[in-house]
């Protein structure tokens, strides 16, 4: 929450300076012209749209950029002729922060943060150096870890774990090619007894009960958190 507080204060500082320079409302690089573009959305909660960008002689952002819905400033993003490149800031309806992240040369690095309409933060996500993978962890509302898992473009892949809000694990086990894969297990409540079974590239091997019957209790047992924080292929993968 403290980022977009600073994001703001920055917003109005460049909109004081360049209200008394009087060149433009806000600053552009050398080479670049300010420009405003309003739109309007359709629907039963129609808002004016507003942006304000910063273009080069090909037409192309570079430097900063801003909408607003409204009188509700919605994002403040850095371009470098053409391409995302620096810290991305967005908020959501309720004006609340929503998402953080950065770019260098067009690519997301770093750490991505997510937050809910009620402004709990839900996701971590870092981007590798690969660019390939993600290593992600989201979180209860109570702030407790929900769950940790790692995808290689966007397929789940590697460990994976998850916790109740009391930080009694939930469950374990792995991914390969966005399928359970491996020995798994699960608790459908703090303390009971686990679900256990061995899965190959997302299909039950048979037991004593029919794969069917085991991978219906897995889905059950997996929708026994709460899906604010999950990926929908968790669930049914």
């Known amino acids: 929450m403290r980022l977009g507080c600073i994001i703001i204060l920055s917003v109005l500082l460049t909109f004081s300076l360049s209200c008394e320079t009087g060149t433009s409302r806000f600053p552009c690089p050398e080479g670049t012209t300010g420009t405003w573009k309003e739109s309007t959305t359709s629907g039963a909660e129609a808002d004016e749209q507003l942006e304000f960008a910063c273009l080069d002689r090909n037409g192309l952002p570079d430097g900063p950029v801003l909408s607003w819905a409204g009188s509700r400033l919605k994002s403040v993003q850095q371009f ?17 922060l929503s998402v953080v992240q950065t770019y260098s040369d067009g690519e997301k690095i770093g750490l991505t943060r997510i937050w809910n309409v009620a402004g709990e933060l839900t996701h971590e996500i870092e981007q590798t150096s690969d660019g390939r993978t993600e290593i992600a962890r989201t979180m209860h509302p109570n702030g407790s870890v929900r769950s940790t898992y790692s995808t290689v473009d966007g397929s789940l892949e590697g460990d994976y774990r998850s916790w109740f809000p009391s930080g009694e694990l939930h469950s374990q086990g792995a991914y390969k090619d966005g399928k359970k894969d491996g020995l798994w297990s699960c608790q459908r409540t703090p303390g009971s007894e686990s679900i256990v079974a061995r899965f190959n590239e997302g299909t039950v091997e048979r037991r004593d009960e029919s794969a069917s019957d085991i991978a219906s209790k897995f889905k059950d047992c997996a929708m026994s958190l709460d899906k604010n924080s999950e990926p929908s292929s968790l669930a049914s993968n």
Do not use: H, M
């Open 80 to 96: 470098q002729q053409g391409k995302r490149n620096g810290t991305a800031v967005a908020w959501g309806n309720s004006g609340l």
